[in-house]
Nanobody, 116 residues
Framework: EVQLQASGGGLVQVGGSLRLSCATS????????IGWFRQAPGKEREKIVC????????KYGDSVKGRFTISTDSRKNTVYLQMNRLKPEDTAVYYC?????????WGQGTQVTVSS
């Protein structure tokens, strides 16, 4: 069974940093596309970054490019999202995601709140 668990969220001041983790199990890690998404109250879910399954090319959303960095540890089956220079508009629930063929799996989400 594919399982994902996001963690590492919390309260941080403007300009601060956080590192989110997504621990995964139940599948061959490198066979899946990987992504981070977020959703703020009253807004649609936003794609932050995705890694292709076939070439591991990384594509960031414009709102986070240059501030956020995704990384993976295949031996630990863990995905990380390093978030720097955080802004109030980064406040949201953050979700990790993996995908293979028609199958998509989501973590439970972790809350990130950025305040001044």
């Amino acid at each position: 069974e594919v399982q994902l668990q996001a963690s590492g969220g919390g309260l941080v001041q403007v300009g601060g940093s956080l590192r989110l983790s997504c621990a995964t199990s139940g599948f061959t890690f490198d066979d899946y596309a990987i992504g981070w998404f977020r959703q703020a109250p009253g807004k649609e879910r936003e794609k932050i970054v995705c890694i292709n399954s076939y070439d591991r090319n990384i594509k960031y959303g414009d709102s986070v490019k240059g501030r956020f960095t995704i990384s993976t540890d295949s031996r630990k089956n863990t995905v990380y999202l390093q978030m720097n220079r955080l802004k109030p508009e980064d406040t949201a629930v953050y979700y990790c995601n993996v995908r293979r063929n028609q199958y998509v799996y989501w973590g439970q989400g972790t809350q990130v709140t950025v305040s001044s």
